[in-house]
């Protein structure tokens, strides 16, 4: 087979497969579909204020702008023991029955590792930290626009200087 | 009735049959359909097209619903396949879940493994290094096993001839215990991964970091755009499938090619049950194939038979295959099918991290696994209290350098960060083990699988040995690492059970004298030459090389003889 043409075939076909459905949780639905964890519509409003006090919304978008507190909810529900996932839901009962402004200072608190603070919501509070900023660096937005991800990258540089990054 | 019954018998008649579509059967097709045999090749899972086959290949990490992980619920239902490396979102599709085929485990063993036609080849770690006589003299060097019935010199040639069409990417290091190929060029090592070979070189002169020799098309030439695979394009999603065809694999390279002679039958959902021995004939017939969807068992014949099973497989397929001839196990007169199993131990790792040349980084990804560490101990002469030695993995990288420990904007700009952080570097642990009859897979007498076939008992253990030349790997790494200036050395005793590795070898091992061995020279079995086995099952003792690469040279081998045979009316 002639390179060019084997070339072209291959990217046709590649090209083809990459009309996949991408963007499964983008669907303006308010809630998803939960298999462990119970939540209603104000906790999980709730869930997105503090994953927005996490990443916010600057010149580029925020958690809520992204849905990350959907991607947490998921995450949690399908990945995480029971113990764990109890542990969430108390904890978010927890700062759901916050006064708003009481919430924020719990979340910087929390984020400062204050003793005194209720230890479920503590461990609740690391748990949706860690999978906002899982969610942010994996979402569409910054792999596409911030820190690009590449699925063709085609080349390896083992000596690529650090100035011209 | 009796015409219908010999029409039935003449169509499901074939020159050869190969059991098996991985890395070896797929070599063994690709062998016999070029030289003019009508050949079946039976594959006892599902079939996967190239590329088609492919559904995850071009997926952005977004695109999947848990961001590559295995959720909780996959990960309970299957304790040992969740342990694998590759065993994510990604791929899963092509690894077997622990309850679609059980085995008893007398011992720990995570069985890994991949039923569908290209088996492994399409998720292997694509590592390719070439054997030498240090290797195949080890055993009777060092007083363990049996001799190879073959030496370097056998081999060498099939070794240019699998490296030429799969496409090995690699230097010409000039070191005897890694003998040079075929190779296209290889990928290069980066800043800190140079630096560790020069610094090996300087303190030790005889501890080597070459570039891994790896099957990934670094520039492709006409063979390779003949079987329809372009360049690697450096994806590093090679689990997945390659839509380029950028590195080997039996659906990418072998099995079209096969399929494009016209003389391959490929049976994709066909367990083989047992190779039929015929007393008065004295040899085998043909293979008693299970359809594992309907059940349905069928007779398949031919004059020569290839089991290239994966090797546990293959030695259950021979213990399962008997007869009056042969009451123990197909070609089982020494009594040692199933025995003298080993494996490779990776079961250490250490990681360090280094503050100089922070000038440089890299770009874009490589393919080919970074550095590889050819064994250096015991190489010319016994010199420790353990038998033989262990290559390693080495590999260097930077990632940005982030601090996440606040929250707000300040985070959001950490996370964005493009600085890089310092170096780390790793490197894993690949050690020879000594093949010993305590080490072995037999019938269960009770349990059947899904198709009524004996499940398997797995009885490998680590010994001794084993547990010296971990010390000794994490002793001399330290070191090697202290030597370097690497701060922060952590050593990772990973203490995992055999079969992680993914290099089970053995129980159908090759050796001159039918007595102790149960294939000669050509991979025949000694009681029944017209079987032939060419896979992992054959293999008298390990060393620590990636094994595929000499997999695919014996099936080339094995079948080139077996024709030859044939012509001769041996066969």
């Known amino acids: 087979m002639e390179r060019r043409l084997a070339i072209k075939q291959v990217l046709i076909l590649a090209g083809g497969m990459m009309v996949l459905p991408s963007c499964l949780r983008e669907s303006g639905k308010a809630s998803i579909e939960l298999k462990n964890l119970d939540i209603d519509l104000d906790q999980e409003n709730i869930l997105a204020e503090i994953t927005e006090m996490i990443i916010p919304k600057t010149d580029t978008p925020g958690a809520k702008d992204l849905k990350l507190h959907l991607f947490v909810l998921k995450m949690v529900d399908d990945c995480y023991e029971k113990k764990d996932q109890q542990i969430f839901s108390k904890g978010l009962e927890y700062v759901c029955k916050l006064e708003e402004g009481e919430r924020k200072q719990f979340v910087i608190d929390a984020n400062a590792k204050k003793e005194q603070l209720n230890g479920d919501a503590y461990n609740f509070f690391n748990m949706v930290k860690d999978r906002t900023i899982g969610g942010y660096m994996n979402s569409k937005y910054v792999m596409s626009n911030l820190v690009i991800w590449e699925l063709v990258p085609g080349r390896y540089n083992g000596y690529f200087p650090v100035k011209n990054i | ?571």
């Open chain 2, 1 to 571: 009735m009796s015409n219908l019954n010999i029409d039935a018998v003449k169509k499901n008649t074939y020159d050869a049959i190969v059991i098996g579509s991985g890395i070896s059967g797929g070599w063994a097709a690709k062998e016999f359909t070029e030289k003019g045999l009508k050949t079946l090749v039976l594959e006892r899972g599902r079939d996967v097209k190239h590329i088609v086959d492919y559904p995850t290949t071009n997926k952005y990490p977004y695109e999947f619903e848990h961001r590559g992980e295995v959720t909780l619920a996959i990960k309970k239902e299957n304790p040992v396949i969740s342990k694998c490396y590759a065993f994510k979102e990604d791929a899963m599709h092509f690894f077997v879940k622990d309850n679609e085929h059980p085995y008893v485990q007398e011992k720990p063993f995570d069985w890994i493994r991949g039923y569908q036609v290209g088996g492994k080849s399409i998720m292997w770690a694509r590592q390719t290094q070439r054997w030498s006589d240090l290797d195949f003299e080890g055993p009777l060097r060092d007083d363990f096993a049996v001799d190879w019935p073959i030496r370097y010199k056998d081999i060498a040639p099939w070794y240019s001839y699998v490296e030429k069409f799969a496409g090995i990417s690699g230097n010409s290091d000039g070191l005897p215990e890694l003998p040079d190929g075929e190779f296209l060029p290889g990928f290069p090592l980066n800043a800190v991964e140079d630096y560790f070979k020069k610094s090996l070189k300087d303190k030790y002169g005889n501890r080597h970091v070459i570039s891994a020799r790896c099957a990934h098309l670094s520039q492709p030439k006409q063979i390779h755009f003949d079987q329809g695979r372009v360049k690697c394009q450096n994806r590093n999603l090679c689990q997945r499938g390659c839509p380029f065809g950028g590195y080997f694999s039996s659906n990418a390279s072998t099995l079209p090619w096969a399929a494009k002679t016209g003389n391959l039958t490929l049976r994709p959902f066909s367990v083989v049950e047992s190779v039929i021995y015929d007393d008065k004939l004295g040899k085998a017939t043909g293979v008693r194939v299970i359809d594992t969807n309907t059940k349905e068992v069928t007779e398949y014949f031919a004059k020569v038979i290839f089991v290239n099973a994966a090797a546990i497989n293959t030695n259950l397929i021979l213990l399962n295959s008997k007869s009056s001839r042969f009451p123990n196990g197909l070609g089982n007169d020494s009594g040692v099918l199933g025995k003298y199993v080993a494996f490779h131990n990776y079961s250490a790792r250490i990681n360090a991290e280094y503050n100089g040349l922070k000038e440089f980084t890299t770009d874009g990804r490589n393919p080919g696994g970074g550095g590889y560490i050819p064994r250096f101990r015991n190489l010319l002469k016994q010199e420790t209290n353990f038998k033989r030695g262990y290559a390693a993995g080495f590999g260097a990288y930077r990632t940005a350098d982030t601090d996440t420990s606040g929250i707000g904007a300040d985070l959001k700009s950490q996370l964005l960060t493009k600085k890089p952080g310092p170096w780390k570097v790793g490197s894993h642990m690949m050690g020879e083990t000594i093949p010993k009859e305590s080490n072995y897979v037999s019938l269960d007498a009770d349990k059947k699988d899904p198709w009524g076939i004996p499940q398997l008992k797995i009885a490998i253990d680590y010994d001794d040995n084993d547990a010296k030349m971990k010390k000794d790997y994490i002793e001399q790494l330290s070191e090697m690492f202290t030597e370097a200036g690497f701060k922060n050395i952590e050593v990772n005793d990973a203490s995992q059970a055999p079969g992680l590795d993914i290099h089970e070898m053995g129980g159908v091992r090759m050796g001159h004298d039918p007595k102790t061995s149960m294939l000669n020279k050509w991979h025949q079995l000694h009681a029944c030459k017209n079987v032939f086995i060419t896979d992992g099952a054959c293999m008298t003792s390990t060393s620590t090389q990636n094994p595929s690469l000499t997999y695919m040279a014996f099936a080339a081998r094995a079948v080139d003889y077996a024709v030859n045979e044939m012509k001769k009316g041996e066969l």
